[in-house]
Every structure is written in structure tokens, then in C-alpha cells.
């Protein structure tokens, strides 16, 4: 019979015998090499996905609290809008300011029809500004074309804040407020009109200026 090989030796498990009390023989294998890293992968795994369900938790966690704080802001901005809607027997219309900023040179224009000159009406400037806005006031031009195409210009320049540095305006981080461009006013004739406003502050880029509109509503 073969001798087996040192090497076979040691590929093969180690096999005790004991007897137990009983008599039986118990068969106890002396775990291998492979054995013993299996069973360190396995409990690396474990340990790797109780790691990950609780920084999975703990991301979820954060994801709710971060949406909560990005959507508290708009929610409040929509409510003011919703308040301060438009309602209007002729015209009401906003434009949105790119990036909040009205800059120097760009004049926003509305148009409209007045179907009925008779009626005495209200022309409002809507200016919404944010917390970024830098100045208590504003300054800035109206222009107005009449359906012959006659132009009437103006200036105006309203405060925005109180002496106190409160807002003047409508809202909680966004403030709308109802600049009076005409009051008890009747068109000479019915037609289409354009009105057009470009501020004149001493800034290129004035901050703060989320959008412009014009609302036109009879004061019967």
C-alpha cells in the first residue's frame, strides 16, 4: 500500500475521536484554513450591510429635514402670490427678472386694450422684491404710448421701507408691493396702450427685483 505524500497530509481535515460518556464516538473536524476565512467574509458582510441600512437611514433622515427647509421657503413666496392675485376688469400681467436683477437700460413693457375709455380706472405698478434688495426706495421711468402712438413720460420714485427699515410691502421673504402709476384715471380713448418702466438707480445690476408687473382695473 502507498504512502500517502506530506503535501496530501495536509490537504485532508484532521479527524479527532473522543469517546463520550455514552460510549458513542463523536466525530469533531478541526476547521480549515478556508473554513476560517469563509467565516470572516461572512461576518464582514454582516457588518458591511448594518453599516449601510444605517447610513442608508441616517441619509433618509437628512433628505427629509433638507426638503422641509427647501420647500418652507417657496411655499410661504406661492401663499403671498396666491393673496396678492391679480384681479382685474382690463389687464394684469408680471414678468419674471432673470437671476432677480434689473438692470440698467432694460425697460419692461405691457400692453393692453382699453375697450372702454368711459370707465374710471386704477394703473398700478407690481414690483416684488426679496431680502436682497439693497435700498429703502426705488427710482425709475414710466413711459406711456397711447393708441397714435403719442408718448408721455415720467419719473417716480417711491420708498420701500419705513423709518424704521420695516417693509412697506405684502409678504414674509418675498415683498409685493402696489406702486399707484394713475388713480381715478380715464383714457382719452379707447385703444390699445403700452406702458414701459426701466429704473435709474445708481446701480447697473439692482439685486432683489424677482418680477415686475402692471394691473389695470376699473375703480367704478
Known amino acids: 500500500m502507498p504512502i500517502p505524500s506530506n503535501n496530501s497530509l495536509r490537504k485532508k481535515r484532521k ?5 463520550a460518556s455514552t460510549g458513542l464516538t463523536i466525530v469533531v473536524t478541526e476547521p480549515t484554513k478556508r473554513d476560517l476565512t469563509k467565516s470572516v467574509e461572512s461576518l464582514n458582510q454582516k457588518q458591511q450591510m448594518r453599516r449601510a441600512t444605517t447610513k ?6 437628512e433628505t ?35 437671476d432677480s436683477i434689473w438692470r440698467i437700460g432694460k425697460a419692461y413693457e405691457f400692453t393692453f386694450d382699453v375697450p372702454d375709455n368711459s370707465v374710471v380706472t386704477d394703473v398700478t405698478f407690481k414690483l416684488r422684491c426679496n431680502s436682497y434688495y439693497p435700498y429703502s426706495g ?18 417716480i420714485s417711491y420708498a420701500l421701507r419705513d423709518s424704521l427699515g420695516k417693509w412697506k410691502g405684502k409678504g414674509i421673504s418675498t415683498y409685493e408691493h402696489d406702486i399707484p402709476i394713475e388713480r381715478n384715471f380715464h383714457f382719452k380713448q379707447s385703444g390699445m396702450y403700452t406702458y414701459s ?20 382695473q376699473s375703480n367704478n
Open 138 to 155: 426705488i427710482v425709475f421711468k414710466v413711459e406711456k404710448m397711447d393708441p397714435q402712438g403719442n408718448i408721455s413720460r415720467d419719473t
Open 197 to 216: 418702466f426701466e429704473q435709474i438707480m445708481d446701480d447697473t445690476k439692482l439685486k432683489g427685483v424677482q418680477d415686475v408687473g402692471l394691473q389695470v
Open 64 to 98: 427629509t429635514k433638507s426638503l422641509r427647509r427647501k420647500f418652507k421657503a417657496p411655499i410661504a413666496t406661492l401663499f403671498i402670490y396666491l393673496l396678492s392675485a391679480c384681479s382685474t376688469d382690463y389687464y394684469c400681467k408680471y414678468i419674471e427678472l432673470p
Open 15 to 19: 479527524t479527532f475521536l473522543r469517546k
Open 56 to 61: 442608508g437611514e441616517a441619509m433618509k433622515k
